[in-house]
T-cell receptor, first 113, second 117 residues
Framework: KNQVEQSPQSLIILEGKNCTLQ??????????LRWYKQDTGRGPVSLTI?????NTKSNGRYTATLDADTKQSSLHITASQLSDSASYIC????????????FGKGTTLSVSS | DAGVIQSPRHEVTEMGQEVTLRCKPI?????LFWYRQTMMRGLELLIY????????DSGMPEDRFSAKMPNASFSTLKIQPSEPRDSAVYFC???????????????FGPGTRLTVL
C-alpha cells in the first residue's frame, strides 16, 4: 500500500533555531517527492520537488534531502522565523505519469519568539 | 495571474442539502484536481481532470459526490445530499502537464471550508 509517514506530528522551536522534519515513504513506482508549506487557512504551496536522481535541493532557508534507497526524505529549516509557523506536508508522486500524489499528514511547526 | 480561485470560501449547510463548490484554474493550465482535507485523513485526491476530461475519480467517496468541468476555466464539485461527515476543507489545484516525464507542479487554491450541520 502506498503510504507517506511524517514525523514528528508537531514541533515547537524558538525563533532563530534550526529544525529537521522527516518523511518516510513506501510508494511504487516512485516519480518524485515534494515538500509543501501550508499556512493556516490557506492552500499548500510548493517548496521543493525532487526526482529519483536528486539528493538535495534548496529553496532559501529550506533544504530538502532525498535518499531513494532508504525511501526517506528530510526538510531542514535554517534560522527559523515566526513566519515559518505552518504545516509542512511531504508528498510523493507515484506512477509513470506522476500525477497520483500521496500525501503525508504533515508536521505542524510552531516558531515562538 | 490571480492564481486558482475557489468559491465560496466558507459554506455552512444543513444535512441533506445540496452543496456546490466552484473552481477557476490558472489560465493555460490543462489539469485540474479536487482534494479534501480533514484532520484525521489529511489531504486526499478526489478527482483529476485533464483537458476537461475526468481521468481518475477513484477518490470520489460515493455517488453523492459528482464533479464536472464544462470548459477549461471552470469546474464544480457537487455533494447531494450532504452529510455531517462531509465537513472538511475542499481544495482545487491546477497544473500544466506538458511532456511525458516532466514534473508538473500543482498550484492550490485557498480552499472552501464546508460545514454540514
Amino acid at each position: 500500500k502506498n503510504q507517506v509517514e511524517q514525523s514528528p506530528q508537531s514541533l515547537i522551536i524558538l525563533e532563530g533555531k534550526n529544525c529537521t522534519l522527516q518523511c518516510n515513504y513506501t510508494v511504487s513506482p516512485f516519480s518524485n517527492l515534494r515538500w509543501y508549506k501550508q499556512d493556516t487557512g490557506r492552500g499548500p504551496v510548493s517548496l521543493t520537488i525532487m526526482t529519483f536522481s536528486e539528493n538535495t535541493k534548496s529553496n532559501g532557508r529550506y533544504t530538502a534531502t532525498l535518499d531513494a534507497d532508504t525511501k526517506q526524505s528530510s526538510l531542514h529549516i535554517t534560522a527559523s522565523q515566526l513566519s515559518d509557523s505552518a504545516s509542512y506536508i511531504c508528498v510523493v508522486s507515484a506512477g509513470q505519469a506522476g500525477t497520483a500524489l500521496i500525501f503525508g499528514k504533515g508536521t505542524t511547526l510552531s516558531v515562538s519568539s | 495571474d490571480a492564481g486558482v480561485i475557489q468559491s465560496p470560501r466558507h459554506e455552512v449547510t444543513e444535512m441533506g442539502q445540496e452543496v456546490t463548490l466552484r473552481c477557476k484554474p490558472i489560465s493555460g493550465h490543462n489539469s485540474l484536481f479536487w482534494y479534501r482535507q480533514t484532520m484525521m485523513r489529511g489531504l486526499e485526491l478526489l478527482i483529476y481532470f485533464n483537458n476537461n476530461v475526468p481521468i481518475d475519480d477513484s477518490g470520489m467517496p460515493e455517488d453523492r459526490f459528482s464533479a464536472k468541468m464544462p470548459n477549461a476555466s471552470f469546474s464544480t464539485l457537487k455533494i447531494q445530499p450532504s452529510e455531517p461527515r462531509d465537513s472538511a476543507v475542499y481544495f482545487c489545484a491546477s497544473s500544466l502537464e506538458s511532456l511525458a516525464g516532466a514534473i508538473n507542479e500543482q498550484f492550490f487554491g485557498p480552499g472552501t471550508r464546508l460545514t454540514v450541520l
